[in-house]
Nanobody
Framework: QVQLVESGGGLVQAGGSLRLSCAASGSTSSIINIVVMGWYRQAPGKQRELVATITSGGSTNYADAVKGRFTISRDNVKNTVYLQMSTLKPEDTAVYYC?????????????WGQGTQVVVSS
């Protein structure tokens, strides 16, 4: 099992910045099986959507809506993934969830954090 704890959400004005953090914990065997970590978000009345992911090798992927504004990074020593959000817009308002994907016997196992609220005021 992998536990994910997010932090860093809050209220910010449009154009501002926030940095989210997600710390992963668990057994050594669980942690080393993490192949991808990422951030997803869910706005009221909408489905959860991908924001950004980063592989254990450092390859990144971003949703078109956040390209050029958000940066995902990963500290493999601290087992922590970060999401630096800049030039925030009201439409970025959502609950942001951290995700970790593990490969176990050829299957993908997902773990989720509890979510952190981001509110961007206009």
């Amino acid at each position: 099992q992998v536990q994910l704890v997010e932090s860093g959400g809050g209220l910010v004005q449009a154009g501002g910045s926030l940095r989210l953090s997600c710390a992963a914990s668990g057994s050594t065997s669980s942690i080393i099986n993490i192949v991808v970590m990422g951030w997803y978000r869910q706005a009221p009345g909408k489905q959860r959507e991908l924001v950004a992911t980063i592989t254990s090798g450092g390859s990144t992927n971003y949703a078109d809506a956040v390209k050029g504004r958000f940066t995902i990074s990963r500290d493999n020593v601290k087992n922590t993934v970060y999401l630096q959000m800049s030039t925030l817009k009201p439409e970025d308002t959502a609950v942001y969830y951290c995700n970790a994907q593990r490969k176990i016997a050829g299957n993908t196992v997902n773990s989720w954090g509890q979510g952190t609220q981001v509110v961007v005021s206009s």
